[in-house]
């Protein structure tokens, strides 16, 4: 059994983040700058980024993230969109929509039938991964409604990763997971201030911090070796679970040599039927920005998603500064693809744009839109991804796969506008292929896409 104290030290977040508030002007540039070689930080150089306020400083911070995420990425942004299947839940999360207590919500579980018709709808937008949500309620959301849902989709529509965000599971339950061949497990940690956690999780299952907190472990005892974690931003202050995060990621490193795939950054949002008036520890866009950075720099290989939580002007900025995933026309009540019933919503999105806008948008700020799942059907997973990516040789696979994928989208679902944008973005990405085979074959590869060949990678 697994001391979950020694996972999430909570003494030592706070002496981390008080020492921190010493470091010297010279001291915290030493840390960008060695930050710039992309191994990653410690958690002490992590919490004293964290107490930056200085702007100066801040930009120096944006400028060194900026950089890393060009050298590991480039300029790819990997696009998803979520697909709810239930809202049923029995938990009480008090920031949520779909918590027990809200009466007023339409619920509603999809049958496998309905969840095909939902991925139909988001394929049809040009998406090829999504990310597959639900609540937790054991009648209704219980392990075989997730694998049935996973299954039903790969068979029936052409979308080629399903991540997982769901709760908590035991080893045989991940074991059934593994067996659908899903992408990402990806689990919330919503806050590692435990005291905070039982304040906000009142009753239900996922009140159990210590479950949640090793669920990720059982997953990998069960064989899924891709996850993904986060904090809900705004729940507690946001220094401490930013190294709490950073804490658990470096605890699956140092176990399992294997870091989170990726780190989500919800922003808290209202909700219908939330049990919270106001956020409780607000984060404006600069201390947003500056979260962003600090996990750029101190887990450089570890992707960052951003959802269509955040309004459309600061998705941009972001963009720029090490987010490298993002979902895009999304809907958060099941079936909201086919039909908007905003009573039956998690939370409010603020980014209303179509994924074809968005396309146009990635574009127009000179990044290229990646639909790209070649290292998961190549069983790049885990170590295996890992190790390429802390080489940065992930780059010698995404940058192709990223324009063949883009191009598959432009011949067949965008508009005549993202048509003219996107080409001219292929071009420019294929220059820079430095390997002449490689680029030689892209080219053909291309051409064959145009003709109307598919999947191509
Ligand atoms: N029910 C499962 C759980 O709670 O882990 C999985 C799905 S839950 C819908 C996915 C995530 O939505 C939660 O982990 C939480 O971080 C986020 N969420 C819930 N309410 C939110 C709100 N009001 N604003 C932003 N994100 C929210
Ligand atoms: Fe249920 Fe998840 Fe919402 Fe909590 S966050 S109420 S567990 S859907």
């Known amino acids: 059994m697994v001391n979950t104290h020694e996972i999430i030290n909570e003494e030592k977040i706070h002496d981390l983040l008080e020492k921190g508030k010493k470091a010297s002007k010279k001291e915290i540039l030493e840390i960008i700058e060695k930050a710039r070689d992309c191994y990653g930080l410690t958690l002490e150089e992590a919490a ?8 100066q400083l801040l930009e120096k911070l944006f400028d060194a993230a900026r950089y890393i995420k060009d ?6 942004i990997v696009i998803f969109a979520p697909l709810y299947t239930s809202n049923e839940c029995t938990n009480n999360c ?9 009466k007023e919500l339409h ?12 991925a139909r709808a988001i394929e049809s937008q040009g998406h090829k991964r999504i990310l597959l949500v639900c609540g937790e309620d054991p009648k209704k959301t ?24 769901a709760a908590p599971m035991s080893v045989e339950d991940f074991k059934k997971l593994k067996a659908v061949g899903i992408g990402t497990f990806q689990i919330f940690q919503e806050t590692y201030h435990r005291e905070t956690y039982k304040k906000m999780h009142p009753t239900g299952f996922k009140s159990d911090y210590d479950y ?7 997953a990998f005892e069960a064989g899924i070796d891709d996850f993904g974690i986060g904090a809900l931003l705004g729940l507690y202050d946001y220094k401490f679970d930013v190294l709490g995060t950073l804490m658990h990621s470096q605890y699956m490193d140092d176990k399992y040599s294997v870091g989170p795939h990726t780190i989500s950054i919800p922003r808290l949002r209202p909700a219908l039927g939330s049990a919270l008036e106001t956020v409780p520890y607000p984060i404006n866009d600069e201390e947003f920005k500056k979260i962003i950075a600090v996990y750029r720099l101190t887990v450089p290989y570890t992707g960052i998603i951003l959802s269509t939580r955040e309004a459309p002007a600061l998705r941009d900025e972001l963009l720029n500064l090490g987010v490298s995933q993002i979902s895009a026309g999304s809907r958060t009540n099941p079936g909201g693809y086919e039909e908007d019933d905003r009573e039956a919503t998690q939370f409010e999105t603020s980014d209303e744009r ?5 396309l146009q948008v990635v574009c127009e700020q000179g990044h290229l839109p990646s639909f790209c799942t070649a290292c998961y059907r190549a069983n790049r997973t885990g170590e295996a991804f890992m190790e390429l990516a802390k080489d940065a040789h992930i780059h ?16 067949r679902f965008a508009s005549a506008k993202t048509k003219e944008k996107g080409e001219k973005m292929i071009e420019k990405e294929l220059q820079k292929i430095e390997d002449e085979k490689v680029k030689a074959e892209t080219i053909k590869r291309l051409e064959r896409i145009e003709n109307g060949e598919k999947d191509l990678y």
Request: glycine share 2%; charged share 30%; aromatic share 6%.
């Open 354 to 358: 179509t994924l074809d806008e968005m």
């Open 142 to 165: 219980h392990i075989d409604h997730i694998t049935d849902s996973v299954s039903a989709i790969y068979e029936n529509v052409d979308i080629r990763r399903i991540n997982v965000n």
């Open 94 to 102: 008090l920031y949520c929509g779909f918590r027990s207590a809200n």
């Open 396 to 411: 010698e696979f995404c940058q192709p796969n990223a324009i063949l994928t883009f191009k598959e989208n432009l011949v």
């Open 48 to 55: 004293v980024l964290l107490q930056i306020e200085d702007t």
């Open 71 to 76: 050298k590991i990425y480039g300029n790819r």
């Open 107 to 118: 619920r509603r579980t999809l049958s496998a039938d309905e969840v095909v018709n939902e």
């Open 212 to 218: 949640r907190l090793t669920a990720i472990e059982r």
